[in-house]
């Protein structure tokens, strides 16, 4: 009997940190750059654009 409450608690636990994971890719993609250049917000702009609007360019060429 008590093998089965163990199982029941890791199937409950399981599904509770997938539910957060899922969330959380979910709140990451949609606030990162590619995620707004997928939802088109930025529609008709080159990616150098995009980046260059965001500040996000990072100049490995520094003298």
Same mark, same amino acid.
Not at 16 to 24: E, G, K, N, S
């Given at each position: 009997m *008590?093998?089965?409450i163990s =199982?029941?608690?890791m199937i409950i636990g399981l599904l509770? !940190?997938?539910?957060?994971?899922? &969330? &959380?890719v979910t709140k990451g993609i949609n606030n990162? =750059?590619? $995620? #707004? !250049?997928l939802e $088109? #917000?930025? *529609? $008709?702009?080159s990616v150098n654009e995009i980046l260059n609007k965001? $500040? #996000? =360019? *990072?100049?490995n060429k520094k003298s």
């Open positions: *008590e093998g089965y =199982i029941v608690f509770v !940190l997938y539910y957060v994971i899922q &969330a &959380a990162s =750059i590619v $995620g #707004k !250049l $088109g #917000k930025d *529609e $008709g702009l965001y $500040g #996000k =360019i *990072e100049d």
